[in-house]
């Protein structure tokens, strides 16, 4: 079974060089080739989550050399229940992708890159996953950037370029320091292999291992986007496609906290910076939820709550109890999905209605009722209604808090009963103004061009709003009714259509159903997540499966 941890990267490369090789020739073997991997990976996730359930960590040594001379890369609990996570969220964006026409087929690029890209993107999460040392953690960051670079950028549209190149600034910055970490951290231990880094830092003066603890947690804050260092991510995301902003937001700021959980106990137990990780996270769960309340663009207002209810799983590392990490580790799998769904809904509400912007929105539920239902179902979960699994995640951090009794606990407690209510009042907002409400005179008709990345820019003349370039209208903004124009990742034409394509919906559809499995499951779950907080907390079966006993 230890051979198999080593597939989640090895199988989306090897694809990643398949799908280069065929491009547009065969486009539809390399959609296949992207699907047929993805549902590997995912089969894998489970049984490697099965195995570490029931057998302990699993670790293997590429080369069978030693650690720290070796690559390490290890599977427990923790990472198995994100790889299965990540795996089926990214299967369900790449069929919404397919659904939305997002291949690329730009006559003036060479070949398709839309496909590797994205295989890339996972091969980078999956290696963050199960990276047994803190370089090649820093390499499957490296992996994201790449990747999460050329798919923000993808057209080359204005504001798609000021975005990834915002986004590209902040990353450089955070690998910058990251490095640095790793460079003090080798020089002091004279190894950056987890296990040994577990066994050696305690030997280090206080000063010296709470440099490295400030450093490394600051360098995961920004991926996992903490206030206040979320600046970049609500002027980053909407600017994307509908998918490439879901997998964004639903999974790469977990591969922050996924890390943080990982280096504060295992590295650093002893929760010695825990105050001022409450106190992040209370105001990000404020400011955030803030920000998304004074919101009418529905993807930033999504990218506002994704900032809000990071707060909940940097409270529950900041707590370091048992009880807490395990309603971490459960909020994580679920604002996993339950985020993701929601941005796969904004596009079809885009594709649907003409537009993101909430005023100009409306009559959704009478329209496309069962756009409607895929819309509710998600954003009740995500604002912890019970008995979904939102509410089953927040009431588990909160009870931590209450048992943990102190006063920032209590603060805590406080503000993520507040957010949760104003999360609500967001959710019922958009349902009030996109579905409720009567549709308003000026809501786009059928047929409508809406040109998603540059409907705002006029640096052109001569392709500014009112003209769109490739589609055949230049001239035009808008073609008449019932008139098809390819939907492309470049973000040069996409059309509203009374249903959108069964793909995208089935896609949604099956994205909703995994956030309702997470309420049906979550006894197994809870259960799950409780042993994983427990051997987070023992550390010993990590550091024995990689050095031995």
């Not at 920004?222 to 999974?251: H, M, N, Q, R």
Request: proline fraction near 6%; glycine fraction near 10%; hydrophobic fraction near 50%.
């Amino acid at each position: 079974m230890n051979a198999l941890v080593p597939l989640p990267v090895l199988l989306p490369l090897c694809a990643t060089g398949l799908s280069l090789a065929f491009g547009t020739r065969l486009a539809r073997f390399q959609r296949f080739i992207s699907v047929a991997v993805l549902t590997a990976v995912l089969g894998l996730s489970v049984a490697l989550m099965i195995a570490a359930d029931r057998h302990g960590p699993l670790s293997v040594h590429l080369g069978d050399f030693a650690p720290p001379l070796g690559i390490t890369l290890v599977a427990d609990r923790l990472s198995g229940l994100m790889l299965t996570v990540s795996s089926a969220v990214t299967l369900c964006v790449l069929v919404y992708s397919l659904g939305q026409g997002m291949a690329d087929r730009d006559k003036e690029t060479p070949v398709a890159v839309f496909h590797p890209a994205y295989l890339i993107l996972v091969a980078g999460v999956s290696l963050t996953f199960i990276a047994g040392d803190l370089v090649n953690l820093y390499v499957g960051f490296e992996i994201m950037l790449v990747a999460s670079f050329v798919l923000l950028t993808l057209g080359g549209t204005g504001p798609r370029i000021r975005a990834g190149s915002t986004y590209v600034i902040i990353s450089l910055f955070s690998s910058m320091l990251f490095l640095t970490a790793i460079a003090m951290t080798y020089a002091a231990t004279g190894t950056t292999n987890f296990a040994q880094l577990a066994v050696r830092l305690p030997d280090l003066p206080l000063g010296v291992q709470t440099l490295v603890q400030a450093m490394l947690l600051t360098v995961f804050a920004i991926k996992a986007a903490v206030f206040p260092l979320a600046a970049w991510l609500p002027d980053s995301y909407p600017t994307a496609p509908a998918p490439v902003t879901a997998v964004f937001a639903g999974l790469l700021t977990k591969v922050g906290i996924y890390c943080m959980l990982r280096t504060e106990t295992l590295l650093f137990p002893g929760n010695r910076l825990g105050d001022l990780l409450m106190a992040v996270a209370l105001a990000s769960m404020i400011v955030g939820i803030l920000g998304a309340v004074a919101q009418t663009d529905l993807k930033r207002l999504f990218s506002f709550t994704l900032i809000s209810h990071i707060g909940y799983m940097v409270f529950g590392i900041g707590l370091a109890t048992r009880e807490a990490y395990g309603g971490a580790i459960f909020y994580v799998a679920h604002h996993i999905t339950v985020q993701t769904t929601l941005f796969l809904v904004a596009g079809l509400i885009e594709r649907r209605g003409g537009t993101n912007e909430l005023t100009r929105l409306g009559g959704l539920a009478r329209a496309a009722p069962l756009l409607a239902v895929l819309f509710f179902l998600p954003a009740m979960n995500f604002a912890g209604i019970p008995p979904l699994s939102g509410f089953i995640g927040k009431l588990g951090l909160m009870r931590a808090g209450v048992a943990d009794g102190s006063a920032w606990a209590w603060v805590l407690v406080a503000g993520a009963t507040v957010t949760s209510l104003l999360t609500l009042y967001v959710m019922a907002k958009i349902w009030n103004l996109a579905f409720w409400r009567t549709e308003p005179p000026g809501q786009a008709a059928y047929g409508t061009v809406l040109e998603t990345a540059d409907e705002t820019e006029d640096d052109d003349p001569d392709t500014g709003p009112d003209r769109i370039p490739g589609t055949g209208d230049e001239g035009v903004g808008v073609t008449p009714a019932g008139q098809t124009v390819t939907a492309t990742l470049h973000g040069r034409a996409v059309t509203t259509t009374v249903h959108p394509p069964r793909l995208m919906t089935a896609a949604t559809a099956g994205a909703v159903a995994l956030g309702l499995a997470f309420t049906v499951l979550a006894g197994p779950l809870t259960a799950f997540t409780d042993r994983s907080a427990a051997e987070l907390i023992a550390r010993r079966p990590y550091v024995e499966e990689v050095l031995g006993p």
